[in-house]
């Protein structure tokens, strides 16, 4: 059974946990809650933090010229300084290579992710019709580039949330190994973590291994700097049907041979089945996964493909929902 690290993630408040939406309302989520006991959230609200009460205006964010600040809605009054002193003041104490994620509220001018409205000035006015991430995650991201955030609403859809799980406990697991200070913990990350993040992109696999290979003694924390770094940028884009079969062909290849005419015939139908999107990706892996454990592929036994995340944390009814 592997045993996950916990990812440390940021988490809106107002998700499950704190009355302090502007009308004093807190928003239930299921997943939010599912996922508490596998990571660690450092659980903040912007603007309450920043110094605005419960219930109070809504804020907005406006554009000026070209330049964006948050104001009361009603009032115009100028929020934005307090919120670059408490952005200053999160950013001091907390370290972006020991944060792995944030989910943010969908549509929050301070915190949402990407969907919040942008307006000409407060009053009844209508949007600008342009929509970006708030004002604390745009200005997060600016200090914490590698941060994994989505919003609650487009974790209800089944593909971003398995990218966000599979991104943030690979992370998490990354930074155990960056403590480790140990380069073998290194190359077992990279081993053991091959065919994920080969359904991802195998160019960026094969320059994640020639910086391991590069690797010279007393040059430890270098190295692991340029992995993660790299590794981020591998992890960038979704997965897609192509690299996801290039990737189960791989692993074929090891188990082929020791299965029946028959058995080959229904993996490679299913598959064919697969890229029709006929069948879900779990069909195909979980086929392969049998026949690793049936002829124990001690190699392939330790890939975290088939485990990429704690069980119970996504399912088929997810994928209806949420906007790409």
């Not at 549509?107 to 307006?119: E, I, M």
């Not at 960056?178 to 195998?202: G, P, T, V």
Request: net charge positive.
């Amino acid at each position: 059974m592997r045993e996950f690290k916990k990812p440390n993630i940021i988490l809106s408040k107002c998700l499950e946990y704190c009355r302090c939406r502007y009308n004093g309302d807190k928003i239930p989520d299921k997943f939010v809650r599912k996922l508490e006991k596998h990571v660690n959230y450092i659980k903040i609200c912007p603007e309450v933090e920043m110094g605005l009460g419960v219930p109070r205006n809504s804020v907005r964010l406006i554009k000026d010229q070209d330049q964006y600040k948050l104001v009361d809605s009603m009032t115009g009054k100028d929020h934005t300084d307090k919120m670059n002193n408490y952005l200053e003041k999160i950013i001091s104490e907390l370290k972006e290579e020991e944060i792995e994620g944030f989910i943010a509220k969908t549509r929050s001018p301070s915190c949402g992710s990407n969907d919040a409205k942008v307006y000409p000035k407060a009053g009844k006015v209508p949007a600008l019709g342009e929509k970006k991430a708030g004002y604390f995650t745009t200005e997060l991201k600016k200090s914490f580039s590698s941060l994994v955030i989505e919003n609650e609403g487009r974790l209800k859809n089944f593909k971003l949330r398995e990218n966000f799980l599979i991104k943030i406990f690979m992370l998490a697991d990354l930074r155990s190994v960056i403590e480790s200070r140990a380069i073998k913990e290194l190359i077992d990350f990279h081993s053991n973590n091959k065919y994920l993040i080969m359904s991802y992109n195998q160019n960026g696999l094969n320059k994640l291994g020639r910086i391991i290979a590069a690797y010279k003694k007393g040059k430890t924390e270098i190295i692991m700097k340029k992995y993660r770094k790299k590794l981020l940028e591998t992890l960038e884009v979704l997965p897609d049907t192509g690299k996801r079969v290039n990737m189960l062909e791989h692993i074929f290849g090891y188990v082929s041979s020791n299965i029946s005419p028959e058995e080959r015939k229904y993996f490679l139908e299913t598959l064919a089945d697969f890229r029709k999107d006929k069948v879900p990706f779990s069909l195909p892996l979980a086929l392969l996964r049998s026949w690793v454990i049936r002829f124990k592929v001690e190699y392939l036994l330790a890939q975290t493909i088939f485990n990429p995340y704690p069980e119970g944390l996504i399912d088929l009814s997810d994928s209806g929902n949420g906007r790409l």
